[in-house]
């Protein structure tokens, strides 16, 4: 029942993206118009993919890091990925394909450092464990590194249009088209296959580390490949739509008030709710103050605050 | 945006009152020059600026067009026009200023943009005892007062006069009846438009055409490639130094809109239109034959 109210959700959200608009579309013209194949549809589904992306890189993350605060911003994934797609527009590098590749270097590179700061006990390839709150403390640390070149670059550029970026790393849909959905296509089933293919393992890792190993997990290998998995999904997130905080920190929570804590139904049920959450904001930024614009990540928050606020108020009191 | 020109005005006429009534007419140097500024500070000179650091581009170009302009001593990275401005020593930003490179040119004047980011450099430069003029600078109605209180500051009282004569009287203008609508594009992701609180929303009325986004009070703002479909412009007005199309004229969301998908652009030299200055009655000349010499199009 609950999945059905989802999905219901879901399409109405959708739906309502494709026919709400500052521009109007008249009914008769409605299937042939540009405004809506061109512009609001690509938009909409951008919205969800990405949404569903940053819904399912938080819950990935959580678990792996066993901290209900983790998201990608917290992990310094956001941070790596902004600062690898300021450093593709300063440079010139072109075209929509460019730019999440750039990002995705810069994540990983956020990656592979707060993976090597998190790592203790051992030295290189010896292998050693893997600290959740060490790794939460590097993540934090890279990410601020991250922001502060990136600030640096973007305020010494000597066009003013590099300033503008700063714009655009604030994040929203405004370049959403079919080519810009195509990149997320290619980017993300790969890794949205990878975590949900943990889900099992992911179960087990919440049990604890040695637990988890005895129940059978290669917990290490885990590790390394839902880490990896989750920097590609914010990597191509990131490269489309900007830097959107909180989707990925609040849904996975709100997945688990409602679904419970087992992987196999939290990771199609935080795609589902996150790309809900970023399509309806979206919708809201394109409308609400029309014929302005709001950022995007603005009423993210403006939306998903109470919505989290009211869940968590009733998951403490019962 | 409309009550900050009224506000300007009315402190312009203030500092017309104060400086008349304190100084009288043709001070000599040794009484001294006194002005009000948009900031509502008064500014003491014992004798005309000699070495000024003027930190906004508009602020250089009136300085040279009254004559002054071998008074600086200082302008910013920004500063291209005209020619002989390059040979000032530059000193970096002008928003906020770096306050020990403008101290190290030795002023006895600093020209300062008025913005909540300068008011602190504001109060340093004073502190260090360095005398500062404060101005807006935002509309072509701000262009003929800061002409007349640059002026006083220099003793070029008589050049500056008549230009800020020119400059009011281009201001006053009634606006050519708009044959084309234009949109100006600042930003393409996310999509910053020019909105009526702006220099070039007017600049484009003198020129004959209508800012689709004359709605908009303030100067800028984002919008979604959408409502810029919706408002159908004519042109696309984009502040360029390159004669090559923008970027985001080729992307396929963009092409929704008419004039991109036409190629409709006006390439707009920055450093003739990006900011009020003297020269705004060749801008709308400019602005003007390229409308016309490309309204033909289909």
């Excluded at chain 1, 394909?97 to 010896?126: E, K, N, S």
């Excluded at chain 2, 509502?40 to 009254?66: D, H, W, Y």
């Excluded at chain 2, 009287?169 to 020019?194: C, E, G, K, M, R």
């Excluded at chain 2, 159908?232 to 199309?245: C, H, K, R, W």
Aim: some cysteine; charged content about 15%; glycine content about 10%.
């Amino acid at each position: 029942m609950k999945y059905v109210a989802l999905l219901s959700v879901a399409l109405a959200t959708v739906a309502a993206g494709l026919l709400l608009g500052p521009a109007s579309v008249p009914a008769g013209e409605f299937l042939r118009s540009p405004i809506v194949w061109q512009l609001r549809l690509p938009r909409v589904v951008l919205a969800y993919l990405v949404g569903g992306a940053l819904g399912v890189t938080g819950v990935a993350l959580q678990a792996l890091v066993r901290n209900p605060l983790a998201d990608p911003f917290l992990l310094g994934l956001s941070g790596g990925a902004g600062l690898g797609a300021v450093v593709a527009i300063a440079l010139h590098l072109p075209g929509p394909w460019a730019l999440p590749l750039a990002a995705f270097a810069g994540a990983v590179g956020a990656m592979v450092l707060v993976y090597r700061l998190g790592l203790i006990g051992g030295t290189g390839g010896a292998g050693g464990e893997l600290d959740p709150r060490i790794l939460l403390l590097g993540g934090v640390a890279v990410g601020a590194f991250a922001a502060a070149i990136t600030t640096a670059l973007v305020s010494l550029a000597e066009a003013a249009e590099l300033r503008n970026a700063f714009l655009w790393l604030w994040g929203g849909f405004s370049a959403a088209s079919w080519t810009t959905v195509l990149v997320m296509l290619v980017y993300a089933p790969l890794p949205l296959a990878v975590i949900a293919a943990a889900a099992r393992p992911l179960d087990l890792l919440a049990l604890g580390e040695e637990p988890a190993q005895y129940l059978g997990a290669d917990v290490r290998r885990l590790k390394q490949l839902v880490y990896l998995a989750a920097s590609l999904l914010t990597a191509a997130a990131v490269a489309l739509s900007g830097v959107i905080g909180f989707v990925g920190l609040i849904v996975p929570h709100v997945c688990r008030m409602v679904w419970g804590r087992l992987h196999r139904t939290l990771i199609p049920t935080s795609f589902l709710t996150g790309g809900i959450l970023l399509a309806a904001a979206d919708t809201l930024a394109r409308t609400a103050v029309a014929p302005r614009e709001l950022p995007v990540g603005i009423v993210t928050a403006l939306i998903g605050v109470p919505l989290f606020a009211f869940l968590l108020r009733r998951w403490t009191v019962s | 945006m409309r009550r900050w020109a009224h506000r300007t005005h009315l402190a312009g006429l203030l500092a017309c009152i104060a400086t008349a009534c304190g100084t009288g007419h043709r001070a000599p140097p040794s009484g001294g020059i006194t002005v009000t500024d948009d900031a509502g500070r008064t500014i003491t000179l014992a004798r005309p600026a000699r070495r000024i650091v003027s930190l906004l581009p508009s602020f250089t170009e009136l300085l040279f067009a009254m004559g002054a302009g071998d008074r600086l001593v200082g302008r910013t990275a920004w500063c291209d026009y005209p020619p002989a401005a390059l040979s000032v020593s530059n000193v970096g930003d002008g928003m906020p200023p770096n306050i020990e490179a403008v101290a190290a040119r030795g002023p006895d004047l600093v020209v300062l943009y008025r913005s909540a980011q300068n008011a602190p450099a504001a109060a340093q430069l004073e502190r260090l005892g360095i005398p500062v003029v404060v101005l807006d600078l935002n509309q072509l109605t701000d262009l003929g007062h800061a002409a007349r209180i640059l002026g006083r500051l220099t003793d070029r009282k008589q050049s500056a006069d008549s230009l800020a004569r020119v400059m009011d009287s281009a201001a006053a203008q009634p606006p050519a009846p708009s044959t084309h609508s234009l949109v100006f594009i600042v930003w393409d992701n996310p999509p910053i438009i020019i909105g009526a609180g702006s220099y070039l929303d007017r600049l484009a009325a003198l020129a004959g055409a209508r800012n689709v986004f004359h709605d908009i009070g303030s100067p800028s703002a984002q919008v979604s490639i959408e409502t810029i479909a919706a408002r159908d412009p004519d042109f696309v007005a984009v502040l360029s130094d390159s004669a090559t199309l923008p970027s985001f004229a080729a992307r396929p969301e963009w092409r929704v809109v008419r004039a991109v998908r036409h190629g409709r652009f006006l390439l707009l030299p920055g450093r003739l239109f990006g900011r009020p200055s003297p020269r705004v009655a060749r801008a709308v000349r400019e602005l003007r034959n390229r409308l016309n010499g490309e309204g033909g199009a289909p």
